[in-house]
């Protein structure tokens, strides 16, 4: 059983910079792809970006695109989402969660307890 944990979360400026962290306990974790979502207050939980379980392949949602960057250490069993040219309505609980395989198409079986982030203008 994984456990994932996030960090880094907090309050920001627009246009600001903020990088999360997601650790996760368990060996394996680096054979599986990682993805971030989120979810604002009264919407539906969205998705973000994923990582294969190599780095090698990256995947955005077209709102953050250019803007957010997610990266591994697979040293560190850690999964980065870099953050830049916050906007208020990137405003939410972030997550990460561990996808069923090294490579998508899967589901993700795993979750962390999310991080807020919050963008002021």
């Known amino acids: 059983q994984v456990q994932l944990v996030e960090s880094g979360g907090g309050l920001v400026q627009a246009g600001g910079s903020l990088r999360l962290s997601c650790a996760a306990s368990g060996r394996t974790f680096s054979s599986y792809a990682t993805g971030w979502f989120r979810q604002a207050p009264g919407k539906e939980r969205e998705f973000v970006a994923l990582?294969?379980?190599?780095?090698?392949?990256?995947y955005y949602a077209d709102s953050v695109k250019g803007r957010f960057t997610i990266s591994r250490d697979h040293a560190k069993n850690t999964v980065y989402l870099q953050m830049n040219s916050l906007k208020p309505e990137d405003t939410a609980v972030y997550y990460c969660a561990r996808m069923d395989d090294g490579d998508p198409p899967a589901d993700f079986g795993s979750w962390g307890q999310g991080t807020q982030v919050t963008v002021f203008s």
């Open positions: 990582i294969s379980w190599s780095g090698g392949s990256t």
